[in-house]
């Protein structure tokens, strides 16, 4: 009996990355020394949006200068080519919402009456597949970014074993009279990485759980000294979030090498498990499905998985 190769065993503990850059074709993630993600510019500007107007605002008779950008935990992307409408005297400005996009919570709109010189209309990030409406004239002193600072998000670091799961599903094919299968096809594929996460970072878990949102402030009904607080809520109608994930795990025996388990675009198929107990801190189990990029060769769809040698 062959003893078992060592340098092909044992690999540590990994922390987890949201929002990966997605590697071309024969390519791996990007990686520094210390095995972070190093790409920015992960999430791709939108497209230009659609707009309409809508008779019964306060806008002046005007054409309306517009852009679009998308939002992410780490940055915002550049904007997206310019598009205008000119809008009848008494009239409001619809701006439709970008379609769901990996990797972004939400979206900023830019708008101006001068082309190039639109600014920011909306005090916070508006959530995806809700529009804005342009009540009143443009305002506002903050122009689109010019560079586009996405980038992957820190997930928080792992306990225990990381599950990467293949599993390819195949279909007997058979035939009257004959006793067995006479050929098989492949019809399906899956593939999935379960962790468990060793921080419990509320914001960071808002972006896992489908329909929740975050909120930090102050509640003075509190205690006095003890009125900080931040909220994770969740429930009703939503889009389900999906992301290109990593696992990023350094070689035990092989330091400054690391294995880099990766889905292109996946979601949670099951919701953040928290388990509370006065003997061990507290920890979140998740479990990422796989989503095909059809737009990829076949065999390189739903993701990867390598090592440094």
Known sequence: MNAPDITKIHQGPGVLWLGCAVPGAGARLTI??????TATGVVAAPAA???????GGALSSETYYVVITLVTPTGETTPSTEVSLAVAADSELLIQSPPPTPGAIGWNAYVSTTTGTEKLQNA???????????????????????????TALYGGAIEGATT????????EIKADQVFGAIDARPTDAEASIE?????????KLSFLIAGASYLE?????????????????????????????????????????????????????????????????TTAKVTFAGIAVTSRAAGDQLGSIWRQL
């Open 49 to 55: 949006p659609a707009l309409s107007s809508v008779v």
């Open 124 to 150: 916070m990030p508006l959530a995806i597949g809700i529009n804005w409406t342009q009540t009143a004239a443009p305002a506002g002193a903050t122009a689109a970014p010019s560079v586009n600072s996405t």
């Open 164 to 171: 990467f799961g293949i599993v390819p599903k195949i279909a």
């Open 217 to 281: 402030g102050t509640d003075l009904t509190l205690p006095a000294g003890f009125q900080s607080f931040e909220q994770l809520t969740y429930g009703g109608l939503f889009t389900i979030p999906n992301w290109s994930i990593a696992v990023i795990s350094p070689r035990v025996n092989y330091p400054g090498k690391f294995v880099v388990s990766q889905l292109y675009q996946a979601y949670v198929s099951k919701e953040p498990s928290l388990a509370f107990s006065k003997e061990k801190p």
């Open 195 to 203: 962790a468990t996460l060793l921080e419990t970072d509320l914001q």
């Open 32 to 37: 520094d020394v210390n095995g972070n993600p």
